[in-house]
């Protein structure tokens, strides 16, 4: 009877110690959540973006190994960012109709890449679609959000990043690892060979956390123009990643 009892009281130790990591860092998720939902549409509720983040945090205290040298907070953090990133990729958030016109461009941005063996101008972009410039550049204005790609999770391989988000999780299967692992290798080099105003917005957008208007005064341009040189560099990065995105 001794190993029955002592199962049931490690249980309960653990339940009471996932249930602390929860309750503390409850706020997290709310920071991230508020964090994220200034770069959506305003059709994404920021509740549903701290309800789906509440399973990430409950997820990462059910898995975070404390002997494992990774703060359980830095731990977390990915976990919690991935939930709201998985829930806004398999959410229908984005009018049908500008899913479909950025299908049309990432098609166009692969098949005039693989022709001209370089990223196509925009102009390029338009003639394919059979749009004037302007037409082109009113689709990307409506995709503003789509498939956001988060340089915070992007780092090199020497700076130990994998180490931090698994080895504290005995939960990851490997092969998983090695996938995500590739992913990140060849979205490095996507952004590495956007055009350069495009890279430019990214690095403000997503490493320096400038908002449209405040990169807009950084480049000279206006808030909707950067906004359509993000969704364009998105579409460029989504082409080049294929599956991974699909």
């Not at 509440?54 to 830095?74: I, Q, R, S, W």
């Not at 004037?132 to 550049?137: F, S």
């Not at 990043?161 to 990851?172: E, K, M, P, T």
């Not at 956390?209 to 909707?224: D, F, H, Q, W, Y």
């Amino acid at each position: 009877m001794a190993a029955p009892r002592a199962l049931s009281l490690y249980r309960q130790t653990q339940a009471s110690q996932d249930e602390d990591y929860v309750t503390r860092h409850a706020p997290l998720v709310k920071r991230i959540a508020y964090h994220m939902v200034s770069r959506l549409p305003a059709s994404v509720e920021v509740d549903d973006l701290i309800q789906v983040g509440m399973m990430g945090l409950m997820e990462a205290a059910k898995n975070f190994d404390p002997n494992a040298g990774v703060l359980f907070e830095t731990f977390a953090s990915q976990r919690i960012r991935g939930a709201m990133l998985d829930e806004l990729r398999s959410a229908d958030w984005m009018p049908r109709h500008a899913r479909k016109h950025m299908r049309d461009i990432e098609a166009a941005m692969l098949a005039l890449g693989h022709k001209l063996g370089r990223a196509p101008l925009e102009s390029e972009v338009a003639k394919y679609l059979q749009l004037d410039l302007e037409a082109y550049q009113d689709l990307l204005s409506e995709a503003r959000g789509h498939q956001l790609v988060h340089l915070e999770d992007l780092e090199d391989e020497d700076e130990n990043h994998h180490s931090v988000q698994y080895a504290a999780d005995h939960a990851i299967n490997p092969l998983q690892q090695l996938a995500d692992a590739n992913f990140q290798k060849n979205l490095i080099k996507g952004i590495d060979e956007l055009p350069e105003r495009e890279k430019l917005v990214m690095a403000l957008y997503y490493d320096e956390e400038l908002n449209l208007k405040e990169i807009g005064a950084v480049l000279g341009v206006t808030e909707s123009r950067v906004c359509q040189l993000h969704s364009q560099a998105i579409a460029r990065l989504r082409a080049r990643l294929g599956d991974w995105t699909s």
